[in-house]
């Protein structure tokens, strides 16, 4: 017990002076912190410079909201408890796997430091994204997952921002899951990762921006604004009850599993979920919200 104690505390102790040296140093491409900041002001810019619902006000509603939970979500929780835990439960699977003589090592298929970049960064991109679109699948399928998942399509107007509000818990589940795969993998390292978070915020912020684009030909491998507001769809279609477009940064997934909707133009689609008004409006109420929430509907469905 000591041993996991003394981690928790390592734990915080480093993701404080890690998180000190992002604010004041500027000199590393891979900044976390700024590279948010970065992509989030370029699409913010694109979505000012190519409206797709030009009525929509510059700072739409929950605007505020959005952007505390972006450096919340990114960061703060980060802080408070998902490095504490992740490394914590790290530490406790290996010795599990331990007590009978195995370690990760044991799973690992193959080392990514042996394959050429371009060709390791991409096994794991697709290995993250895949997992993660089942992930996404599985928090509008089963109730108590669906309702964590409530906060990300109580957004009511879409905007980049709309991106990173989630629940706390929701990166916990997407964590948890992709523990095993990215360890089978082994071997990146922080600059590998860096590069495809960066991506990863650029398609998801885009996915969520007031822009009317789908990439022509590219709609088929990439996720975009055209088809992810959709997945936000109030009234799901016919037959469809957990949703449709579950696409992370990749649409290939739902084209190639046939989750993929698109109708028509759904630029002025009523966008959330049924009684989406009497959810609560504010980041505590939203947080609490699964611990008092009851089992959904079947939810109102177009012919």
Do not use: C
Request: aromatic share 20%; glycine share 6%; no cysteine.
């Amino acid at each position: 017990m000591e041993k996991y104690l003394d981690l928790i505390l390592k734990s915080y102790s480093g993701y404080w002076n890690y998180l000190k040296y992002e604010l004041i140093d500027l000199n590393h491409w891979d900044n976390f912190f700024y590279g948010l900041i970065l992509i989030s002001v370029l699409v913010w810019i694109l979505e000012i410079a190519f409206p797709w619902r030009k009525e929509q006000a510059l700072f739409r509603k929950d605007f505020w909201l959005d952007t505390f939970y972006m450096f919340f979500n990114f960061f703060l929780l980060n802080l408070i408890i998902l490095i504490a835990l992740s490394n914590t439960v790290a530490e406790l699977f290996n010795d599990v796997l331990g007590l009978v003589g195995l370690s990760l090592s044991s799973f690992q298929l193959f080392n990514v430091n042996e394959l050429p970049k371009w060709l390791g960064l991409f096994i794991l991109f697709i290995v993250s994204d895949f997992v993660q679109w089942n992930t996404h699948r599985l928090l509008h399928r089963f109730d108590w997952l669906w309702n964590f998942h409530k906060v990300h399509h109580s957004i009511k107007e879409m905007g980049f921002a709309g991106h990173l509000r989630y629940h706390w818990m929701e990166p916990v589940v997407y964590k948890s899951i992709l523990y095993i795969p990215l360890a089978i993998i082994g071997g990146f390292d922080a600059q590998d990762v860096a590069i495809i978070y960066f991506f990863n915020i650029a398609i998801g912020h885009l996915n969520h921006a007031n822009l009317g684009w789908d990439y022509g030909i590219l709609k088929y491998i990439f996720n975009n604004p055209k088809m992810h507001i959709w997945h936000h769809v109030k009234e799901l279609p016919k037959g469809e009850r957990f949703g449709v477009n579950f696409g992370i940064t990749l649409s290939l997934w739902d084209y190639l599993f046939k989750t993929d909707y698109i109708p028509h133009n759904g630029r002025d689609i009523a966008i959330g979920f049924e009684d989406d008004d009497s959810f609560p409006q504010d980041f505590i109420g939203q947080s609490m919200y699964p611990a008092f929430s009851k089992k959904r509907k079947t939810p109102p469905s177009k012919s």
